[in-house]
C-alpha cells in the first residue's frame, strides 16, 4: 500500500515557476515508477511527467519538455515536479501516481497503469 500526499500548488503568473511535491508513505516507494498526471477543467486526465524506479528514467509530454523536471529523493520517500515559464494552459489539477513493483524495462505514462493516486492540488496560470 502506498499513500500519496501532493502539495506546493498555487497561484502563479504566466512565465513564473512552481515546484510540487508528492510524499509517499509505505515501504513500496524506491521500487514504485512515480508518475505525474493533470486534469483540466473539462478535459481528460492528462499524463505529465514519469520517472522510472530503477534506472531514473524520465519521460514527459511533449507539451512541458524542457519547462517542466521531475525528479525523486528515495531517502525522503518524496517525488517532485519543478514548473518553469508556466504558460495558462498548464492550469490543472495535478496529480501524483505510483505504480509499486514496476517493470525494470518499462516506465508506464498512461493513466489505468499507475495504482495509487493523491488527492491532487491545484496550479492555476494566469496570463
Known amino acids: 500500500q502506498v499513500q500519496l500526499v501532493e502539495s506546493g500548488g498555487g497561484l502563479v503568473q504566466a512565465g513564473g515557476s512552481l515546484r510540487l511535491s508528492c510524499a509517499a508513505s509505505g515501504r513500496a516507494f524506491s521500487t514504485s515508477h512515480m508518475g505525474w498526471f493533470r486534469r483540466a477543467p473539462g478535459k481528460e486526465r492528462e499524463f505529465v511527467a514519469a520517472i522510472s524506479w530503477n534506472n531514473g528514467n524520465t519521460y514527459y509530454v511533449n507539451s512541458v519538455k524542457g519547462r517542466f523536471t521531475i525528479s525523486r529523493d528515495n531517502a525522503n520517500n518524496t517525488v517532485y515536479l519543478q514548473m518553469n515559464s508556466l504558460k495558462p494552459e498548464d492550469t490543472a489539477v495535478y496529480y501524483c501516481?505510483?505504480?509499486?513493483?514496476?517493470?525494470?524495462?518499462?516506465?508506464?505514462?498512461?493513466?489505468?497503469?499507475?495504482?495509487?493516486w493523491g488527492q491532487g492540488t491545484q496550479v492555476t496560470v494566469s496570463s
Open positions: 501516481a505510483a505504480q509499486p513493483s514496476g517493470s525494470r524495462f518499462y516506465t508506464p505514462t498512461g493513466p489505468s497503469e499507475y495504482v495509487y
